[in-house]
């Protein structure tokens, strides 16, 4: 035995809006493809008038007493929909890159990594700037502080940095966003 409603399937979109003829109310209120009002109308009345300017006609407001439709040209929306929606997902989102240094790393490596830096920045990202000190070299910690002050000098042109660079164990930090 079905369970009443279960046994009718609501014919929808993929979105879930009502086109047309599977509108189910009697009766709706419509708003012109131009924007005007046009009353509350019989649901046949409404779809003659859709398909007399060649249009459809879309439940927009599927919640209200009664319903809302608007005669539109459905394709064109789902398609405006669409695209609004990848514009929204391909916006950049800020992320962290990080590059890491040594206290004996060569000036050449330092340039280059800084070069990376900078496009890392240019990109909307962050930069995390580390200088790892390994055995001996915690011993000579104002040489790991010497190499962040000249990364830092040259990548402060393109960024701004966030908090003043910060010894972590062996490791000394400092993040750099941009501007």
């Given amino acids: 035995m079905a369970l009443p409603g279960k046994d009718r399937k609501t014919e929808r979109n993929s979105d879930q809006t009502r086109i047309n003829n ?5 009766q709706v209120r419509v708003i012109s493809e131009e924007g005007e009002q046009l009353g509350i109308l019989d649901t046949e009345a409404a779809l003659t008038r859709a398909r007399d300017a060649g249009l459809d006609l879309v439940e927009v407001a599927a919640t209200e007493k009664p319903p809302v439709c608007r005669i539109m040209d459905y394709g064109k929306y789902k398609y405006d929909k669409s695209k609004k929606r990848q514009g929204q997902s391909a916006a950049h989102h800020g992320k962290l890159k990080e590059i890491r240094l040594r206290p004996k790393t060569g000036t050449h490596d330092i340039d280059y990594k800084v070069k990376q830096a900078v496009g890392f920045l240019k990109h909307k990202d962050k930069v995390q ?9 915690m011993a000579h910690i ?9 990364v830092l000098d040259e990548l402060l042109l393109y960024g701004k940095l966030e908090a003043t660079p910060q010894q972590f164990g062996k490791r000394m930090m400092c993040t750099v966003s941009p501007k």
């Fill in 129 to 137: 700037v580390s200088v790892i000190f390994r055995g001996r070299e």
């Fill in 22 to 26: 599977n509108i189910r109310e009697r």
């Fill in 142 to 150: 104002e040489e790991g502080q010497r190499v962040m002050q000249n």
